[in-house]
């Protein structure tokens, strides 16, 4: 799969319109009757092609009992209304995992003065869908060793 510019940040509206048919399982019955509605609403061809990949390889995982992240009112804080319904429905439904969520978070809370918006949550999911997962920061929340931090 070619990448997408990070940029357009309607890819993460269209992977979240996937995931949640996806999550209820009616995407596949009509996809190319699905496509030609988005496409009347102004979606390329490619940008619908990129996401749906994107939606399908997070869903096409064997389903496994994840645990649930509860995030306390103090993190949420840290994003606007819109960004913070737009992340909480993002996580629950896996379309950014554990880490990912926590990547956001820590980028959120470094903001100052500011909340985290809609847009700028929208570019960072973007970029970390835009990237192969191999290349996304692991354990950075935790140490690789058993040595103390000092």
Known sequence: ????PIADTTIVDLVLIFAE?????ELYENTEKFYNVLKEKGYSRRQLDYA???ASKRFSLPSVDRAMR???????EFFS???SSL????NSLGVIDGEQAELVLMRASLIPESQFTEEELKVMVAMMLSRPESELPRGFF??????SIH
């Open 21 to 25: 048919r996806l999550a209820i399982g």
């Open 52 to 54: 749906f990949t994107l």
């Open 70 to 76: 509860i995030f306390s009112r103090e993190e949420l």
């Open 142 to 147: 935790v140490p690789e060793s058993n040595e």
């Open 81 to 83: 209304p819109e960004a």
């Open 87 to 90: 992340f909480l429905k993002l």
């Open 1 to 4: 799969m070619t990448g997408y």
